[in-house]
Protein backbone atom coordinates (compact mmCIF):
# COMPACT_ATOMS: atom_id res chain seq x y z
CA UNK A 1 0.00 0.00 0.00
CA UNK A 2 1.57 3.95 -0.51
CA UNK A 3 1.33 5.84 1.73
CA UNK A 4 0.16 9.60 1.09
CA UNK A 5 3.05 12.16 1.20
CA UNK A 6 1.99 14.23 4.13
CA UNK A 7 2.09 17.72 3.66
CA UNK A 8 0.64 20.24 6.30
CA UNK A 9 2.83 23.49 5.97
CA UNK A 10 0.35 25.86 7.58
CA UNK A 11 -0.82 23.51 10.04
CA UNK A 12 3.02 23.18 11.09
CA UNK A 13 3.83 27.26 11.15
CA UNK A 14 0.48 27.55 13.48
CA UNK A 15 1.83 24.91 15.83
CA UNK A 16 5.26 26.78 15.86
CA UNK A 17 3.89 30.26 16.56
CA UNK A 18 1.41 28.93 19.08
CA UNK A 19 4.21 27.42 20.99
CA UNK A 20 6.10 30.68 20.56
CA UNK A 21 9.10 29.00 18.98
CA UNK A 22 11.43 30.23 16.10
CA UNK A 23 12.50 27.81 13.22
CA UNK A 24 15.87 27.39 14.98
CA UNK A 25 14.23 26.74 18.34
CA UNK A 26 11.87 23.71 16.37
CA UNK A 27 14.86 22.42 14.52
CA UNK A 28 16.95 21.96 17.55
CA UNK A 29 13.57 20.24 19.09
CA UNK A 30 13.12 18.24 16.24
CA UNK A 31 17.21 17.50 15.33
CA UNK A 32 16.53 18.68 12.07
CA UNK A 33 18.00 22.11 10.12
CA UNK A 34 16.11 24.98 10.52
CA UNK A 35 16.43 25.19 6.37
CA UNK A 36 14.09 21.57 6.62
CA UNK A 37 11.34 23.00 8.83
CA UNK A 38 11.61 26.44 6.41
CA UNK A 39 10.66 23.76 3.88
CA UNK A 40 8.24 21.89 5.39
CA UNK A 41 6.11 24.88 6.38
CA UNK A 42 6.25 26.15 2.81
CA UNK A 43 5.01 22.47 1.73
CA UNK A 44 8.22 22.23 -0.41
CA UNK A 45 8.73 18.85 1.51
CA UNK A 46 6.75 16.30 3.60
CA UNK A 47 6.49 15.66 7.05
CA UNK A 48 7.46 12.28 7.77
CA UNK A 49 6.11 9.79 9.98
CA UNK A 50 8.65 9.32 12.07
CA UNK A 51 9.14 13.32 12.58
CA UNK A 52 5.37 13.48 12.85
CA UNK A 53 5.33 10.82 15.61
CA UNK A 54 8.44 13.31 17.25
CA UNK A 55 6.30 16.69 17.08
CA UNK A 56 3.64 14.79 18.89
CA UNK A 57 5.67 13.50 21.85
CA UNK A 58 8.26 16.91 21.66
CA UNK A 59 5.62 19.22 22.20
CA UNK A 60 2.65 16.94 24.08
CA UNK A 61 0.03 17.58 20.80
CA UNK A 62 -2.50 15.20 20.11
CA UNK A 63 -1.25 13.20 16.76
CA UNK A 64 -4.78 12.67 15.43
CA UNK A 65 -5.60 16.43 15.03
CA UNK A 66 -1.81 17.17 13.86
CA UNK A 67 -2.48 14.61 11.20
CA UNK A 68 -5.93 15.29 10.24
CA UNK A 69 -5.93 16.72 6.57
CA UNK A 70 -8.37 18.80 5.93
CA UNK A 71 -7.43 19.92 3.27
CA UNK A 72 -8.96 18.00 0.44
CA UNK A 73 -12.69 19.35 1.36
CA UNK A 74 -11.14 22.63 0.95
CA UNK A 75 -10.18 22.19 -2.36
CA UNK A 76 -13.52 20.50 -3.71
CA UNK A 77 -15.30 23.63 -2.41
CA UNK A 78 -12.82 25.86 -3.64
CA UNK A 79 -12.44 24.06 -7.00
CA UNK A 80 -16.45 24.08 -7.19
CA UNK A 81 -16.59 27.99 -6.66
CA UNK A 82 -13.91 28.31 -9.48
CA UNK A 83 -15.92 27.05 -12.16
CA UNK A 84 -18.83 29.31 -11.33
CA UNK A 85 -19.64 31.74 -14.41
CA UNK A 86 -18.16 34.60 -12.86
CA UNK A 87 -14.16 33.00 -13.02
CA UNK A 88 -14.83 31.55 -16.66
CA UNK A 89 -12.21 33.69 -18.40
CA UNK A 90 -10.03 32.89 -16.19
CA UNK A 91 -7.32 29.88 -16.45
CA UNK A 92 -7.10 28.21 -13.13
CA UNK A 93 -6.04 24.82 -13.24
CA UNK A 94 -7.15 22.19 -10.44
CA UNK A 95 -3.86 22.00 -9.52
CA UNK A 96 -2.96 25.00 -8.49
CA UNK A 97 -6.55 25.10 -6.61
CA UNK A 98 -5.46 22.26 -4.64
CA UNK A 99 -1.96 24.32 -3.76
CA UNK A 100 -3.47 27.20 -2.67
CA UNK A 101 -6.04 25.13 -0.62
CA UNK A 102 -3.63 23.14 1.15
CA UNK A 103 -0.83 26.07 1.67
CA UNK A 104 -2.71 28.66 2.32
CA UNK A 105 -6.26 27.51 3.95
CA UNK A 106 -6.68 30.83 4.97
CA UNK A 107 -6.97 32.49 2.36
CA UNK A 108 -8.96 29.89 0.35
CA UNK A 109 -11.31 30.22 3.35
CA UNK A 110 -11.60 33.69 2.77
CA UNK A 111 -12.36 33.28 -0.88
CA UNK A 112 -14.77 30.77 -0.48
CA UNK A 113 -16.33 33.44 2.12
CA UNK A 114 -16.61 36.31 -0.30
CA UNK A 115 -18.20 34.36 -2.93
CA UNK A 116 -20.69 33.24 -0.51
CA UNK A 117 -21.75 37.22 0.15
CA UNK A 118 -21.44 37.46 -3.21
CA UNK A 119 -24.08 34.59 -4.27
CA UNK A 120 -26.42 35.67 -1.07
CA UNK A 121 -26.22 39.06 -2.12
CA UNK A 122 -27.14 38.58 -5.52
CA UNK A 123 -29.94 36.57 -4.56
CA UNK A 124 -30.90 39.03 -2.46
CA UNK A 125 -31.06 41.70 -5.10
CA UNK A 126 -33.02 39.26 -7.55
CA UNK A 127 -35.47 38.85 -5.10
CA UNK A 128 -35.62 42.68 -4.43
CA UNK A 129 -36.03 42.80 -8.41
CA UNK A 130 -38.61 40.34 -8.32
CA UNK A 131 -40.95 42.53 -5.63
CA UNK A 132 -40.07 45.81 -7.03
CA UNK A 133 -41.42 44.30 -10.90
CA UNK A 134 -44.57 42.68 -8.53
CA UNK A 135 -45.17 46.59 -7.05
CA UNK A 136 -43.39 45.15 -3.65
CA UNK A 137 -40.91 47.42 -3.59
CA UNK A 138 -41.63 48.97 -0.76
CA UNK A 139 -41.18 46.33 1.20
CA UNK A 140 -38.16 46.65 3.82
CA UNK A 141 -35.87 43.78 2.79
CA UNK A 142 -33.37 44.82 5.92
CA UNK A 143 -35.86 44.16 8.16
CA UNK A 144 -35.21 41.19 10.60
CA UNK A 145 -36.17 37.84 9.29
CA UNK A 146 -36.90 35.58 12.51
CA UNK A 147 -37.59 32.17 10.38
CA UNK A 148 -33.94 33.67 8.47
CA UNK A 149 -32.11 33.60 11.75
CA UNK A 150 -33.57 30.01 12.79
CA UNK A 151 -32.35 28.85 9.69
CA UNK A 152 -29.22 30.48 10.35
CA UNK A 153 -28.56 28.94 13.76
CA UNK A 154 -29.28 25.14 12.58
CA UNK A 155 -27.31 25.45 9.50
CA UNK A 156 -24.70 26.65 11.46
CA UNK A 157 -24.52 23.98 13.55
CA UNK A 158 -25.38 21.32 10.70
CA UNK A 159 -28.68 20.81 11.81
CA UNK A 160 -26.80 18.17 14.44
CA UNK A 161 -27.17 18.18 18.06
CA UNK A 162 -25.37 15.52 20.17
CA UNK A 163 -26.41 16.58 23.31
CA UNK A 164 -30.10 16.31 22.41
CA UNK A 165 -29.50 12.87 20.93
CA UNK A 166 -28.12 11.42 23.54
CA UNK A 167 -30.74 13.03 26.12
CA UNK A 168 -33.82 11.68 23.67
CA UNK A 169 -31.85 8.12 23.26
CA UNK A 170 -31.68 7.63 27.29
CA UNK A 171 -35.56 8.85 27.49
CA UNK A 172 -36.31 5.84 24.67
CA UNK A 173 -34.24 3.62 26.20
CA UNK A 174 -36.60 3.86 30.00
CA UNK A 175 -39.62 4.27 27.73
CA UNK A 176 -38.63 1.21 25.23
CA UNK A 177 -37.22 -0.97 27.37
CA UNK A 178 -37.50 -4.97 26.02
CA UNK A 179 -40.74 -4.04 24.41
CA UNK A 180 -41.29 -4.60 20.54
CA UNK A 181 -41.24 -0.97 18.93
CA UNK A 182 -44.79 -1.59 17.43
CA UNK A 183 -46.71 1.40 16.78
CA UNK A 184 -49.69 0.66 19.67
CA UNK A 185 -46.87 -0.36 21.96
CA UNK A 186 -44.59 2.92 21.05
CA UNK A 187 -47.84 4.95 21.48
CA UNK A 188 -48.88 3.49 25.19
CA UNK A 189 -44.95 4.02 26.20
CA UNK A 190 -45.85 7.70 25.48
CA UNK A 191 -48.88 8.34 27.00
CA UNK A 192 -48.13 6.11 29.70
CA UNK A 193 -44.46 8.52 30.50
CA UNK A 194 -46.94 11.42 30.35
CA UNK A 195 -49.50 10.38 32.52
CA UNK A 196 -47.21 8.71 35.28
CA UNK A 197 -44.18 10.99 35.21
CA UNK A 198 -45.76 14.35 34.37
CA UNK A 199 -49.53 13.47 35.62
CA UNK A 200 -50.64 14.67 32.48
CA UNK A 201 -54.22 13.22 31.00
CA UNK A 202 -54.26 12.72 27.67
CA UNK A 203 -57.03 12.75 25.19
CA UNK A 204 -57.51 12.20 22.07
CA UNK A 205 -60.13 14.80 20.88
CA UNK A 206 -62.55 16.29 18.33
CA UNK A 207 -60.27 19.10 17.01
CA UNK A 208 -62.37 21.74 17.11
CA UNK A 209 -62.82 21.24 21.02
CA UNK A 210 -59.38 22.73 21.08
CA UNK A 211 -59.87 25.19 18.45
CA UNK A 212 -58.53 23.71 15.40
CA UNK A 213 -55.33 22.85 17.04
CA UNK A 214 -52.95 19.47 16.76
CA UNK A 215 -51.80 19.54 20.34
CA UNK A 216 -53.24 21.42 23.66
CA UNK A 217 -51.27 21.38 26.32
CA UNK A 218 -54.15 22.47 29.18
CA UNK A 219 -52.18 23.54 32.08
CA UNK A 220 -55.31 24.16 34.65
CA UNK A 221 -56.21 20.80 33.80
CA UNK A 222 -53.66 18.92 33.92
CA UNK A 223 -54.42 17.13 30.52
CA UNK A 224 -52.77 16.72 26.60
CA UNK A 225 -55.90 17.01 24.05
CA UNK A 226 -54.37 15.83 20.22
CA UNK A 227 -56.37 16.01 17.52
CA UNK A 228 -58.22 12.38 16.69
CA UNK A 229 -57.46 13.33 12.90
CA UNK A 230 -53.83 13.17 12.74
CA UNK A 231 -52.82 10.00 11.82
CA UNK A 232 -50.65 7.51 13.70
CA UNK A 233 -46.90 8.63 13.36
CA UNK A 234 -48.12 12.63 13.60
CA UNK A 235 -49.94 11.47 16.93
CA UNK A 236 -46.78 10.04 18.39
CA UNK A 237 -44.42 12.92 16.75
CA UNK A 238 -47.18 15.35 19.13
CA UNK A 239 -47.47 13.42 22.45
CA UNK A 240 -42.85 13.42 22.10
CA UNK A 241 -42.83 16.74 21.63
CA UNK A 242 -45.07 17.17 24.48
CA UNK A 243 -42.66 15.21 26.65
CA UNK A 244 -39.67 17.16 25.17
CA UNK A 245 -41.16 20.23 26.30
CA UNK A 246 -41.62 18.96 29.60
CA UNK A 247 -38.44 17.07 30.25
CA UNK A 248 -35.50 18.55 27.35
CA UNK A 249 -36.38 22.40 27.95
CA UNK A 250 -33.44 22.89 30.24
CA UNK A 251 -30.82 21.27 27.81
CA UNK A 252 -32.39 22.54 24.64
CA UNK A 253 -31.48 26.51 26.65
CA UNK A 254 -28.53 25.19 26.93
CA UNK A 255 -28.47 24.60 23.11
CA UNK A 256 -29.95 28.22 22.48
CA UNK A 257 -27.31 30.06 24.52
CA UNK A 258 -24.82 30.79 21.90
CA UNK A 259 -27.14 31.70 19.41
CA UNK A 260 -27.05 35.27 17.68
CA UNK A 261 -30.87 36.29 18.10
CA UNK A 262 -31.92 39.86 17.41
CA UNK A 263 -35.13 39.07 18.86
CA UNK A 264 -37.85 36.88 21.27
CA UNK A 265 -39.19 35.27 17.94
CA UNK A 266 -36.01 33.85 16.19
CA UNK A 267 -35.45 32.56 19.37
CA UNK A 268 -38.40 31.03 19.79
CA UNK A 269 -38.57 29.52 16.33
CA UNK A 270 -35.24 28.19 17.24
CA UNK A 271 -36.53 26.49 20.33
CA UNK A 272 -39.37 25.03 18.69
CA UNK A 273 -37.28 23.72 16.03
CA UNK A 274 -34.79 21.56 18.80
CA UNK A 275 -37.80 20.50 20.48
CA UNK A 276 -39.14 18.71 16.93
CA UNK A 277 -35.65 17.51 16.48
CA UNK A 278 -35.43 16.22 20.57
CA UNK A 279 -38.72 14.62 19.32
CA UNK A 280 -37.72 12.81 16.21
CA UNK A 281 -34.71 11.87 18.11
CA UNK A 282 -36.90 9.62 20.70
CA UNK A 283 -38.93 8.07 18.02
CA UNK A 284 -35.99 7.97 15.98
CA UNK A 285 -32.61 7.43 18.78
CA UNK A 286 -29.57 8.40 17.09
CA UNK A 287 -27.14 4.87 16.75
CA UNK A 288 -30.29 2.54 15.92
CA UNK A 289 -31.81 4.97 13.23
CA UNK A 290 -28.22 5.69 11.87
CA UNK A 291 -27.29 1.24 11.72
CA UNK A 292 -30.69 0.88 9.86
CA UNK A 293 -30.17 3.73 7.57
CA UNK A 294 -27.16 1.73 6.04
CA UNK A 295 -28.59 -1.52 6.54
CA UNK A 296 -31.44 -0.48 4.36
CA UNK A 297 -29.29 2.20 2.12
CA UNK A 298 -31.25 4.57 3.28
CA UNK A 299 -34.61 3.23 2.20
CA UNK A 300 -36.86 5.89 3.63
CA UNK A 301 -40.17 3.80 3.16
CA UNK A 302 -38.29 0.62 5.05
CA UNK A 303 -37.34 2.88 7.64
CA UNK A 304 -40.57 4.57 8.16
CA UNK A 305 -42.45 1.03 8.79
CA UNK A 306 -39.17 0.14 11.21
CA UNK A 307 -39.51 3.36 13.50
CA UNK A 308 -43.65 3.90 12.58
CA UNK A 309 -42.75 7.16 11.28
CA UNK A 310 -43.99 9.18 8.30
CA UNK A 311 -41.81 9.31 5.09
CA UNK A 312 -41.53 13.38 5.93
CA UNK A 313 -40.15 12.39 9.36
CA UNK A 314 -37.62 10.04 8.17
CA UNK A 315 -36.36 11.97 5.41
CA UNK A 316 -35.60 15.17 7.90
CA UNK A 317 -34.25 12.64 10.23
CA UNK A 318 -31.60 11.36 7.78
CA UNK A 319 -30.35 15.08 7.12
CA UNK A 320 -29.19 14.86 11.15
CA UNK A 321 -27.29 12.52 11.01
CA UNK A 322 -23.89 14.22 11.22
CA UNK A 323 -22.58 13.82 14.61
CA UNK A 324 -18.34 13.39 14.44
CA UNK A 325 -17.04 10.26 14.18
CA UNK A 326 -20.66 8.88 13.59
CA UNK A 327 -21.41 10.61 10.66
CA UNK A 328 -24.05 8.96 8.08
CA UNK A 329 -24.71 10.51 4.56
CA UNK A 330 -24.55 14.13 4.29
CA UNK A 331 -28.49 14.73 2.79
CA UNK A 332 -30.10 18.12 1.99
CA UNK A 333 -33.86 18.13 2.52
CA UNK A 334 -36.78 20.64 0.60
CA UNK A 335 -40.28 20.91 1.33
CA UNK A 336 -42.17 23.08 -0.90
CA UNK A 337 -45.93 23.55 -2.22
CA UNK A 338 -47.54 23.42 -5.65
CA UNK A 339 -46.20 27.47 -6.33
CA UNK A 340 -42.63 26.89 -5.11
CA UNK A 341 -43.00 28.45 -1.75
CA UNK A 342 -40.47 26.86 0.48
CA UNK A 343 -41.37 26.05 4.19
CA UNK A 344 -38.46 24.03 5.30
CA UNK A 345 -34.98 23.12 4.25
CA UNK A 346 -32.23 21.87 5.99
CA UNK A 347 -28.79 21.61 4.20
CA UNK A 348 -26.33 18.79 5.04
CA UNK A 349 -24.99 17.99 1.71
CA UNK A 350 -23.69 21.18 0.48
CA UNK A 351 -26.59 21.73 -1.89
CA UNK A 352 -27.47 26.10 -3.40
CA UNK A 353 -30.59 26.15 -3.31
CA UNK A 354 -33.24 29.52 -3.72
CA UNK A 355 -33.80 30.71 -0.15
CA UNK A 356 -36.98 31.73 -0.86
CA UNK A 357 -38.61 29.53 -3.47
CA UNK A 358 -37.66 30.04 -7.47
CA UNK A 359 -35.84 26.19 -7.20
CA UNK A 360 -35.35 25.49 -11.05
CA UNK A 361 -38.30 23.86 -13.06
CA UNK A 362 -36.32 21.22 -14.44
CA UNK A 363 -35.84 19.54 -10.52
CA UNK A 364 -38.50 17.01 -10.58
CA UNK A 365 -39.67 17.80 -6.92
CA UNK A 366 -41.81 20.20 -9.03
CA UNK A 367 -42.83 17.64 -10.82
CA UNK A 368 -44.26 15.00 -8.15
CA UNK A 369 -47.42 16.09 -7.52
CA UNK A 370 -48.38 14.86 -10.93
CA UNK A 371 -47.72 11.17 -9.16
CA UNK A 372 -48.99 11.97 -5.63
CA UNK A 373 -47.42 9.48 -3.13
CA UNK A 374 -44.83 7.85 -5.47
CA UNK A 375 -41.15 8.30 -5.22
CA UNK A 376 -39.26 9.41 -7.85
CA UNK A 377 -35.46 9.59 -7.95
CA UNK A 378 -33.31 11.88 -10.35
CA UNK A 379 -29.93 12.82 -11.15
CA UNK A 380 -28.89 16.75 -11.24
CA UNK A 381 -26.07 18.61 -12.09
CA UNK A 382 -25.52 21.93 -11.50
CA UNK A 383 -23.63 24.54 -13.90
CA UNK A 384 -19.88 23.84 -12.04
CA UNK A 385 -20.93 20.72 -12.53
CA UNK A 386 -21.36 19.05 -9.62
CA UNK A 387 -24.26 16.17 -9.73
CA UNK A 388 -26.35 15.27 -6.82
CA UNK A 389 -29.14 12.05 -6.29
CA UNK A 390 -32.39 13.73 -5.58
CA UNK A 391 -35.66 11.45 -4.32
CA UNK A 392 -38.61 13.80 -4.72
CA UNK A 393 -42.37 12.77 -2.91
CA UNK A 394 -45.40 14.36 -2.40
CA UNK A 395 -46.66 14.29 1.50
CA UNK A 396 -50.00 15.47 2.84
CA UNK A 397 -50.96 17.74 5.75
CA UNK A 398 -54.13 18.35 7.18
CA UNK A 399 -57.51 16.18 6.33
CA UNK A 400 -58.53 13.24 8.76
CA UNK A 401 -62.26 14.20 7.53
CA UNK A 402 -64.23 15.33 4.48
CA UNK A 403 -64.37 18.87 5.58
CA UNK A 404 -60.69 19.05 6.56
CA UNK A 405 -58.29 21.32 4.97
CA UNK A 406 -55.69 19.49 3.19
CA UNK A 407 -52.06 20.96 2.11
CA UNK A 408 -50.35 19.17 -0.69
CA UNK A 409 -46.11 19.42 -0.76
CA UNK A 410 -43.59 18.11 -2.08
CA UNK A 411 -40.22 16.84 0.00
CA UNK A 412 -37.29 16.39 -1.95
CA UNK A 413 -33.90 14.18 -0.15
CA UNK A 414 -30.41 14.88 -2.26
CA UNK A 415 -27.15 13.76 -1.58
CA UNK A 416 -23.81 14.17 -3.58
CA UNK A 417 -22.60 12.28 -6.21
CA UNK A 418 -19.96 10.57 -3.53
CA UNK A 419 -22.60 9.24 -1.52
CA UNK A 420 -24.67 8.49 -4.10
CA UNK A 421 -23.42 4.42 -4.01
CA UNK A 422 -24.70 3.97 -0.14
CA UNK A 423 -28.06 5.53 -1.70
CA UNK A 424 -30.78 2.46 -3.16
CA UNK A 425 -32.40 4.75 -5.47
CA UNK A 426 -28.85 5.19 -7.34
CA UNK A 427 -29.81 1.66 -8.65
CA UNK A 428 -29.93 1.70 -12.18
CA UNK A 429 -29.94 5.04 -12.29
CA UNK A 430 -27.52 6.75 -14.98
CA UNK A 431 -25.34 9.50 -13.69
CA UNK A 432 -24.22 10.66 -17.08
CA UNK A 433 -27.90 11.56 -17.89
CA UNK A 434 -28.49 14.00 -15.25
CA UNK A 435 -30.74 16.41 -15.49
CA UNK A 436 -29.24 20.25 -15.97
CA UNK A 437 -30.67 22.62 -13.35
CA UNK A 438 -29.73 26.01 -11.55
CA UNK A 439 -29.95 27.23 -8.15
CA UNK A 440 -32.37 29.82 -9.72
CA UNK A 441 -33.00 31.61 -13.39
CA UNK A 442 -31.29 34.83 -12.26
CA UNK A 443 -28.28 33.38 -10.44
CA UNK A 444 -28.31 30.73 -13.51
CA UNK A 445 -26.02 31.13 -16.51
CA UNK A 446 -26.95 28.14 -18.54
CA UNK A 447 -27.38 28.37 -22.16
CA UNK A 448 -30.37 27.43 -24.33
CA UNK A 449 -32.80 26.91 -21.98
CA UNK A 450 -36.72 26.69 -22.55
CA UNK A 451 -37.33 26.81 -18.96
CA UNK A 452 -36.14 30.11 -18.22
CA UNK A 453 -38.47 32.41 -16.32
CA UNK A 454 -35.99 35.52 -16.13
CA UNK A 455 -32.70 36.63 -17.73
CA UNK A 456 -29.36 35.73 -15.61
CA UNK A 457 -28.04 38.84 -13.72
CA UNK A 458 -24.62 40.37 -15.31
CA UNK A 459 -25.56 38.79 -18.70
CA UNK A 460 -26.09 41.88 -21.56
CA UNK A 461 -29.28 41.17 -23.00
CA UNK A 462 -29.97 40.24 -26.70
CA UNK A 463 -33.04 40.01 -28.18
CA UNK A 464 -33.10 39.77 -32.07
CA UNK A 465 -35.96 40.05 -34.22
CA UNK A 466 -34.91 38.04 -37.01
CA UNK A 467 -33.94 34.61 -35.17
CA UNK A 468 -36.06 33.05 -32.56
CA UNK A 469 -34.41 30.23 -31.04
CA UNK A 470 -37.89 29.35 -28.57
CA UNK A 471 -35.73 30.43 -25.51
CA UNK A 472 -38.03 32.92 -23.34
CA UNK A 473 -34.59 35.41 -23.04
CA UNK A 474 -31.69 35.50 -25.35
CA UNK A 475 -28.34 36.82 -23.69
CA UNK A 476 -24.81 37.23 -24.23
CA UNK A 477 -23.52 34.21 -24.85
CA UNK A 478 -26.61 32.39 -25.33
Known amino acids: ?48 ADLLLKLASTYKIDIASL ?16 KQPIFADIDLPALDSADIATSYPGF ?41 EARAFLAARRNCFPALDDHAADVAQELAGDRPREESVWTDALVERLTRRHGQKVRFTDPDLILGSLRWHDRHREQVLIS ?14 QIGLLEARDIIATQLADGRFS ?22 PYRPFLRAARQTRHDVETLSRRFAASFEQVAHR ?66 EGEKFLSIARTV ?55 ARSAPPIGREMRPDDNRDTGVPFAFAGD
Request: glycine letters at 10%; charged letters at 25%; hydrophobic letters at 40%.
Open 396 to 450: EAGGGAWDSPRAVRSVALACSAEHAGHVIYSDGMDEGAATPIGVACRLCHRPHCI
Open 108 to 148: AEALLRLHTAFTEEQMAHAQRREMASSGLGSVDMAATDPVG
Open 263 to 284: GENARRLASRALTGYWAAALLM
Open 228 to 241: NRLDHPGRRFQLAL
Open 318 to 383: LTTMGRPGEEGVPFFFLRLDRAGNVSKRLDGAGFPFARTGGSCPLWNVHGVFETPGRIRPQWLELP
Open 1 to 48: MVRKALFMGPRLKRVRRDLGLTQANMAADLEISPSYVALMERNQRPVT
Open 67 to 82: ADDDSEGLTKRLQATL
